[in-house]
């Protein structure tokens, strides 16, 4: 369906407001027509900041609170430029008991700041790459890719070279679902089927 800001702290200079648990509310009439056509909805929803981790994650919770089931997508897995300090035991703790609990829930791994902040430190790799392969079929890929007059193909390339990296060390079952785009078929429901990963000297 796109994506919707709940909460994103880049835009609140320019007079952006985080949605409420009244406004929130007022998303049934939206969310029950997203639930009769099969439709997931992407949500740009900041966990928090660096002063305070867990700031917003109120607003989301309500969300799946409220919205069960309708098909999420939390982009970049609640992480921001506002946020590049919390633990990732911490993160990983909050991502895993919201997928537990919430089976429609998946999580958007675009954009290159998860690399930049995160996935470039191996110690933290390992444990995120740890957490995409225990739930292989819940991570959508993407680049974040913001076209604009700026920006040319040689840009694109570079930031889809960053945001694909994590993938190198996934298994054989998340990378198929996730970088070879299964679990993206699944969700939106096209008929499409990832094709299956190779063994060493072998051809598909």
């Not at 981790?53 to 069960?68: D, G, I, N, Q, S």
């Not at 990983?92 to 995160?118: A, H, Q």
């Amino acid at each position: 369906m796109g994506e919707v800001n709940v909460i994103k702290q880049a835009l609140l200079p320019n007079g952006h407001e985080a949605a409420g648990e009244k406004a929130i509310d007022g998303w049934a009439p939206f969310m029950r027509e997203l639930r009769e056509r099969d439709i997931p909805l992407t949500l740009h929803s900041d966990l928090g900041n660096n002063a305070d981790p867990t700031k917003y994650l109120h607003l989301m919770e309500h969300v799946l609170e409220r919205y069960p089931e309708n098909k999420i997508v939390w982009a970049h897995a609640g992480l921001s430029k506002e946020l590049t300090e919390i633990g990732p035991d911490e993160h990983l703790g909050i991502l895993g008991r919201l997928l537990d609990e919430y089976p429609k829930l998946s999580l958007d791994i675009s954009w290159r700041v998860l690399w930049d902040e995160y996935f470039s430190d191996p110690e933290i790799r390992s444990r995120y790459v740890d957490f995409l392969d225990r739930h292989p079929t819940r991570i959508i890929p993407g680049t974040d890719f913001v076209a604009s007059d700026d920006k040319d193909f040689a840009v694109y390339e570079e930031e889809l070279e960053v945001t694909s990296r994590i993938n190198r060390d996934l298994s054989d079952e998340a990378f198929r679902g996730i970088a070879l785009g299964g679990n993206y078929f699944r969700l939106t429901g096209l008929e499409e089927k990832a094709p299956p990963v190779c063994g060493s000297g072998q051809r598909p």
